[in-house]
């Protein structure tokens, strides 16, 4: 009997440690998760920074803002003329 | 028989063990994938490198004022980007004695720039230990985003892209 209580309570404290281990298994992995050079989003902002800095967009941006500029003019004149005559 | 019977019967001991506390196994269990599930999204929540602190625009700014200086050396191949992620004089032969002091300090600004660029967003995500990461990063975007004509430089020899 002593001997069978014996082993359940080594099999309660086996228990107990391989719990703390899964434990510490979690813990270190979060750790390891915020060390890694998250490489993907520096290659964004890489991207990002030099477009800036050598605007390359800069041929994209006056396109883009061209087609504003002349729908709301004539819009204006063509307001402006008609009460005229 | 009986030292063959030895093993199974410490196996069977576990098992009932085991399912006497599968509710400490679950738990436990279930702990570590909600920490993983956790930390997993937090990372990708940083997965976004801050490249707008005070800092990093003002060397931005910086740049992008100088590149219109430094655009014609590059379109004429005076001037190269190198492999590891700043400018180089390549043929100083190309520009005229008289502006070469103002290209060799252009190009000099221009690095000491990229290198507070690196480690201003290194800085800036909290982890300065990344600059070597960022700069390498920057090195292969700043060659890839070349226009053609430029000089660029590959295992050490210079090519025209």
Redesign the interface.
């Known amino acids: 009997m002593n001997l069978t209580l014996i ?2 309570v080594a ?2 404290r086996g ?1 107990r440690t ?2 703390m281990v ?2 510490a ?3 270190s ?2 750790v390891t ?2 060390i ?21 967009p800069a041929g994209q941006h006056p396109a883009a803002d061209q087609p504003t500029v002349p729908a709301t003019t004539p819009a204006v004149p063509a307001a402006n003329q008609e009460p005229k005559p | 028989m009986i030292t063959r019977m030895q093993p199974v019967s410490r196996c069977l ?2 098992l009932p ?2 399912l006497r ?1 599968a509710y ?2 679950v738990k ?2 279930l ?2 994938a909600f ?2 599930i956790a ?2 999204l937090s ?1 990708q929540a ?4 801050d ?1 707008n602190t005070p800092a ?1 625009a003002a060397v ?1 700014a910086s ?2 004022s100088r ?1 219109v200086q430094l655009l014609p050396y590059f379109q004429s191949g005076a001037v190269g980007l190198t492999a590891d992620g700043f400018v180089a004089v390549k043929e100083a032969g190309l520009v005229p004695l008289s502006q070469r002091s103002a290209l060799t300090a252009l190009v000099k600004d221009e690095n000491a720039d990229r290198t507070n ?1 690196y480690r201003g ?1 290194a800085a800036a995500n909290g ?1 300065p230990e ?1 600059e070597g ?2 700069q390498r ?2 090195a292969i ?2 060659i890839d ?1 070349a226009q053609p004509g430029w000089f660029v430089q590959r295992d050490g020899q210079w090519l025209r892209k």
């Open positions: 082993k359940k099999g309660l228990m391989a719990g899964l434990v298994t979690g813990l992995a979060c998760i915020n890694y050079f998250p490489a993907a989003a520096a290659e964004k902002a890489a991207d990002k920074v030099i477009d800036e800095i050598w605007q390359v | 001991g576990w063990l085991g506390h400490a196994v436990a269990l702990c570590g920490l993983s930390l997993t990372a940083a997965a976004d490198l490249v990093v931005k740049m992008q590149h660029l967003i982890h990344w990461e960022i990063t920057f975007r700043w985003k």
